[in-house]
């Protein structure tokens, strides 16, 4: 297991705002956390619809002490609130989520998505203007074509480094309910995009029209029974992806067997053990995240309780299983009367798919190595940590005599939740956002 150590605590809040962690508003929780494919940027969502991009320093990647830094490298409003007169129905500028896509040129591309309408984005820099035109003076108003007497020609001029986000696509009108996912598929051409019962695949040309591939809903929603909750593109094969339910089941489509993919081609679902048995049992065993590993060999879940790892080719069981907070299991009846029990939490790789990490309450994260099966508790939290400091792992206490280095399950703050995380494609760094801060970790430097 990998030991962490802190870089610097990137706090992610709109301009002149108090540097407080108690002084926060809903508009600044933020939502998602995603880095690019190669790590040089990462992208935050909040709830107020902003997208902030952070870039690693340059000179960090070759300075031991330095290469996890990462600095602000745009913010841009990404969407707005807006309000459904047809069905009387606001609609939340809250980012579901942000992918993006591999980069071509000197631009950057990704994709954010509130409840109802996703957006394409382009990222670019510019560092020269244009001058000397024949229609308009210095100042961009037109001139008297008759003061016109002599020809320019228009120069660039270098200015100071300026970087834009501009919409470039957007992609509306095609979901009932709220969007949880969306994937973009390794041609690079499409993606999809989930809400609770349909699954839509879109080309990234093409705004007004999608084709619909998941369709789980009932002629009669009096026997819906259950909902779509995360949905992921294979990393290699474009045909097929994943999809899971709040049932605790994940099924595998391929595209190439049918337009429509209401049938699966494969099913993975763990028996129910009948002792374990309780009226939570349904609510804790939703899925709330799926992702498929770097190799595609694996996909990984996560439920309220556990992370599980699943070999495409055994449906039956998942191969491994880690439990992320089992000493809860004695609180769930407080839990769902807090309304915690519906919290959703993701789950990410490592680079070389040995190490998981998902979150969890008192602003606690958790990292299972599946080679050594070892595992430990982090925390993400200002008060108790400085620049380039070691992580401490932490325990918690379920019942009996507490140890000084321990906390007390009761004890825990479950206001303060890590619900998403980002792990660097190939390096030992991660993001970790509580609540309204984003904290980055590196693995520690002898």
């Given at each position: 297991?990998?030991?962490?150590?802190?870089?610097?605590?990137?706090?992610?809040?709109?301009?002149?705002?108090?540097?407080?962690?108690?002084?926060?508003t809903?508009?600044d929780?933020?939502?998602?956390?995603?880095?690019?494919?190669?790590?040089?940027?990462?992208?935050?969502?909040?709830?107020?619809?902003r997208?902030?991009?952070?870039?690693?320093?340059?000179?960090?990647?070759?300075?031991?002490?330095?290469?996890?830094?990462?600095n602000?490298?745009?913010?841009?409003?990404?969407?707005?609130?807006?309000?459904?007169?047809?069905?009387?129905?606001?609609i939340?500028?809250?980012?579901?989520k942000?992918?993006?896509?591999?980069?071509?040129?000197?631009?950057?591309?990704?994709?954010?998505?509130?409840?109802?309408?996703?957006?394409?984005?382009?990222?670019?820099?510019?560092?020269?203007?244009?001058?000397?035109?024949?229609?308009?003076?210095?100042?961009?108003?037109?001139?008297?074509?008759?003061?016109?007497?002599?020809?320019?020609?228009?120069?660039?001029?270098?200015?100071?480094l300026?970087?834009?986000?501009?919409?470039?696509?957007v992609?509306?009108?095609?979901?009932?309910?709220?969007i949880?996912?969306?994937?973009?598929?390794?041609?690079?051409?499409?993606?999809?995009?989930?809400?609770?019962?349909?699954?839509?695949?879109?080309?990234?040309?093409?705004?007004n029209?999608?084709?619909?591939?998941?369709?789980?809903?009932?002629?009669?929603?009096?026997?819906?029974?259950?909902?779509?909750?995360a949905?992921?593109?294979h990393?290699?094969?474009?045909?097929?992806?994943?999809?899971?339910?709040?049932?605790?089941?994940?099924?595998?489509?391929d595209?190439?067997?049918?337009?429509?993919?209401d049938?699966?081609?494969?099913?993975?679902?763990?028996?129910?053990?009948?002792?374990?048995?309780?009226?939570?049992?349904?609510?804790?065993?939703?899925?709330?995240?799926?992702?498929?590993?770097?190799?595609?060999?694996?996909?990984?879940?996560?439920?309220?309780?556990?992370?599980?790892?699943?070999?495409?080719?055994?449906?039956?069981?998942?191969?491994?299983?880690?439990?992320?907070?089992?000493?809860?299991?004695?609180?769930?009846?407080?839990?769902?009367e807090?309304?915690?029990?519906?919290?959703?939490?993701?789950?990410?790789?490592?680079?070389?798919?040995?190490?998981?990490?998902?979150?969890?309450?008192?602003?606690?994260?958790?990292?299972?190595?599946?080679?050594?099966?070892?595992?430990v508790?982090?925390?993400?939290?200002?008060?108790?940590?400085?620049?380039?400091?070691?992580?401490?792992p932490?325990?918690?206490?379920?019942?009996?005599?507490?140890?000084?280095d321990?906390?007390?399950?009761d004890?825990?703050?479950?206001?303060?939740?890590?619900?998403?995380?980002?792990?660097?494609?190939?390096e030992?760094?991660?993001?970790?956002?509580?609540?309204?801060?984003?904290?980055?970790?590196?693995?520690?430097v002898?």
């Amino acid at each position: 297991m990998k030991c962490f150590s802190r870089y610097l605590p990137y706090i992610f809040r709109p301009p002149n705002t108090i540097l407080s962690s108690s002084c926060h508003t809903e508009a600044d929780i933020i939502s998602t956390v995603e880095f690019n494919h190669t790590g040089e940027l990462l992208a935050t969502g909040d709830k107020g619809g902003r997208v902030v991009i952070f870039q690693r320093e340059q000179e960090s990647k070759n300075q031991v002490h330095r290469r996890g830094e990462y600095n602000v490298y745009s913010t841009f409003q990404s969407h707005e609130p807006e309000f459904d007169y047809l069905k009387s129905l606001e609609i939340e500028e809250k980012i579901n989520k942000i992918r993006w896509l591999p980069q071509q040129n000197a631009a950057y591309f990704l994709l954010s998505t509130n409840d109802k309408t996703v957006k394409l984005w382009k990222v670019s820099e510019r560092d020269k203007r244009p001058e000397g035109y024949n229609l308009k003076d210095e100042e961009g108003r037109l001139r008297d074509p008759a003061t016109i007497t002599t020809l320019r020609v228009p120069v660039l001029r270098p200015m100071d480094l300026m970087v834009e986000a501009t919409p470039r696509r957007v992609f509306a009108n095609a979901h009932t309910y709220h969007i949880n996912s969306i994937s973009v598929n390794s041609d690079y051409e499409t993606y999809m995009s989930a809400d609770d019962l349909r699954i839509n695949l879109w080309n990234f040309e093409i705004t007004n029209q999608s084709f619909n591939i998941v369709d789980i809903k009932p002629a009669n929603m009096e026997e819906l029974t259950e909902v779509i909750t995360a949905a992921e593109f294979h990393p290699h094969h474009c045909n097929t992806f994943v999809y899971s339910s709040s049932k605790g089941t994940i099924r595998l489509c391929d595209m190439r067997a049918s337009a429509l993919c209401d049938r699966h081609t494969k099913f993975f679902e763990e028996p129910e053990d009948p002792s374990n048995r309780s009226f939570f049992s349904e609510i804790i065993s939703s899925i709330s995240d799926v992702k498929f590993s770097h190799s595609g060999r694996c996909i990984m879940t996560r439920d309220y309780l556990t992370v599980k790892v699943w070999d495409l080719n055994m449906e039956n069981r998942p191969v491994e299983t880690y439990q992320v907070h089992d000493y809860l299991r004695s609180k769930l009846c407080s839990l769902y009367e807090n309304d915690c029990i519906f919290d959703k939490f993701e789950c990410v790789w490592n680079g070389s798919d040995s190490v998981i990490m998902t979150g969890s309450y008192n602003n606690f994260f958790r990292m299972f190595d599946r080679n050594t099966k070892r595992d430990v508790t982090l925390e993400a939290s200002r008060e108790n940590s400085k620049p380039r400091a070691i992580l401490k792992p932490r325990k918690v206490c379920v019942g009996g005599k507490r140890r000084k280095d321990e906390i007390s399950v009761d004890s825990l703050d479950f206001s303060k939740k890590i619900l998403h995380t980002a792990w660097h494609p190939s390096e030992n760094i991660i993001a970790v956002a509580a609540t309204n801060n984003l904290y980055i970790f590196q693995d520690k430097v002898n």
